[in-house]
């Protein structure tokens, strides 16, 4: 109930290609759905965020995709360039406001 | 801005002894979270303070760790003793806001291996 899994856990594209990261959860109570990216040595950086009564949002080459009753979200990457090489994190708050993090997907995009 | 600051970056001890890792939060943040990151995995919260209060320590080892916020600003996190599960990176993070749907800035963690 309280888990978000996360897909795939690594993915290597060509830069230009548009990668796309899937998660899933069970928990009908998570309210917030955030990603994050995180490079080597870093701490994670909030990257875009969501609620469920949004089916999609865009911050410049990111986009997020809402499927609230397949209670599956999706990171897109528009254009990816090699400086978005990194792990990215999905996450989902739950009713206690612990936010609850996938396993991650490895990103690597070549030039 | 400054961001959030830890120490040390690394360190190395052996099963049984103990160790402890300091945050300093962003400047005026009112909330402050330890999160462990185990290698594969995202990361785990282990505890929640705003200001100098616990709001949630219900993943908190609580028979090996201890946390505390002095006077509502700095953070230290204590394990004794230490198991070889613990080996992970334990992130610090601090938010303006009072719930987690404010953005949380993360340090650039402190790398523990247990041997």
């Known amino acids: 109930q309280q888990q978000v899994k996360q897909s795939p856990q690594s993915l290597i594209v060509q830069k230009g290609g548009i990668p796309i990261i899937n998660c899933a959860y069970e928990?009908?109570?998570?309210?917030?759905f955030p990603w994050y990216q995180q490079f080597p040595g870093k701490g994670p950086a909030l990257l875009i965020a969501i609620r469920p009564d949004v089916s999609e949002k865009k911050e410049g080459r990111f986009t997020i995709s809402f499927n609230k009753s397949a209670k599956q979200f999706s990171l897109h990457i528009m254009d990816s360039q090699p400086g978005d090489s990194a792990t990215y994190f999905c996450a989902a708050r739950e009713r206690t406001d612990k936010l609850i993090f996938g396993t991650g997907t490895r990103l690597q995009v070549f030039p | 801005e400054a961001g959030v600051a830890q120490s040390p970056r690394y360190k190395i001890i052996e099963k049984r002894q103990s160790v402890a890792f300091w945050c300093n939060p962003i400047s005026g943040h009112a909330t402050l979270y330890w999160y462990q990151q185990i290698l594969g995995q995202g990361p785990k919260l282990l505890i929640q303070?705003?200001?100098?209060?616990?709001?949630?320590d219900s993943q908190l080892p609580k028979d090996r760790f201890s946390a505390e916020r002095l006077k509502g600003v700095d953070s230290t996190l204590k394990i004794q003793p230490a198991k070889l599960e613990d080996s992970a990176v334990y992130l610090c993070?601090?938010?303006?806001?009072?719930?987690?749907?404010?953005?949380?800035?993360f340090g650039p963690g402190t790398r523990l291996t247990v041997l």
């Open positions: 928990n009908t109570a998570f309210d917030y």
């Open positions: 993070a601090s938010s303006p806001g009072i719930t987690s749907t404010d953005t949380q800035y």
């Open positions: 303070f705003q200001n100098n209060g616990v709001v949630d």
